[in-house]
């Protein structure tokens, strides 16, 4: 923490998810350039992003094309806004895109109409507001409890901060609001009975999932928010017959469901969407993160015909539909993201994905014979080695040792960005990862292991 950056940064810079008081003392990591999936520090010293940032660089850091897209844009139009009917070509064909792209909704109305922001957790707050406009519109006033899962993540802002079911998010923020409830987590290996084969633990979840409904009163729960694969918890990859059960449920109850596709969207698990990967018909579908490869802040709602005929009534009836962001669809973000759909459709990123992930998911399951290892588990290209202390009683680390922290803090060491959550260490690569690179971030792991189980 000797550069000048690093003091220019301590003395004025808040950053997120930090614990704040020792960043005083350690100062940051100071990134100064991308090329592909590295990263390169002020000394020049490059690390391979394992997590493509915040699970959003799909196309790495220095994609040309997505520079050139925005420079057009700025040239053109540097803002406009979709406030009063005003619009702009860059978010009227970013919407039809992705109404192209949305995933199927068997025996749904399909998911053709999109409201932008600029983050996840302002996509996901968009839905929970346009749940409640819709069951108002429909004449159930009391339908609008939303429940989410333990260790979920939705967002930070005060509703999706409560969704979000991470006890850090909660904790002196006065979280969750009312109205917010949490269900089981599905991780077998943390969660499940000894001898509970995965079918039989998604059934029993699913079982308390009605019980929890059935006590609040199935008039009163409005919908359900699920990762189709779970990231900042962990990276939870849902058991056996999981969401087939729990969609069930929901069904009885007239429970709609909300696909969180922040992480998922754009082909991390191997499809488009994780929804594809396993099984959603949801009724609302927010993305984020890739769907400007993390170029540029946008986010998308996107919502049946069904929900959409509902906010048309409502607006009507009111006046005006009272809500949007002054960037919502901004021309500079849509024009990028706009060419990352691009991008992805000529490169056909999901085929990438899958022709890569083998080595990847093998290539990381190697790990589970190392003795600081307790479970390796992941989907396409993203994944969540657990550290535990004993690996046949599976006794987690004493939290105080912060082992997920020390081992990402050597990774970095050795030239790998991680992100520990807990004593899980995920990773997310760029989707442009190759397998020369899935080799090298492997090696680096390893070494990290190696270095923190002292060997
Ligand atoms: C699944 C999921 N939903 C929502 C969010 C919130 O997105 P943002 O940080 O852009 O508000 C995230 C962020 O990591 C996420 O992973």
Known sequence: MTTAAARRDIAHLFHPYTNLARHQETGPLVIVRGEGVRVFDEAGRDYIEGMAGLWCAALGFSEPRL?????????TLGFYHLFGSKSHLPA???AEALAALAPEAAGKAPLSRVLFANSGSEANDTAIKLIRYYNNAIGRP?????ISRRRAYHGVTVATASLTGLPVNHREFDLPMAGVLHTD???????????????????RLADNLEALILAEGPETVAAFFAEPVMGAGGVVVPPAGYFEAILAVLRRHDVLLVADEVICGFGRTGNLWGSQTYGLAPDILTCAKALSAGSAPISATLVSETIWQ???????TIGSFGHGFTYSGHPLSAAIALEALKIYRERDIVACVRRVAPR???GLRRFADHPLVGEVRGVGLVAGVELVADKATK????PARTMGAQVAALAQKHGLIIR???????FSPPLIIGEGEIDEMLIRFGRALDEAAGA
């Open 67 to 75: 520079a050139q897209a925005a420079a057009r844009q700025l040239e």
């Open 420 to 426: 520990a959550m807990g004593d899980t260490l995920a």
């Open 92 to 94: 009227i064909e970013l």
């Open 142 to 146: 009391a339908k609008k409890k939303i």
């Open 360 to 362: 990847f998911q093998e």
């Open 310 to 316: 509902a906010c048309v009534g409502q607006s009507a």
């Open 395 to 398: 006794e987690p680390f004493p």
């Open 185 to 203: 987590c599905p991780h077998h290996y943390r969660e499940a009975r000894p001898g509970e084969s995965e079918q039989a633990f998604s059934a």
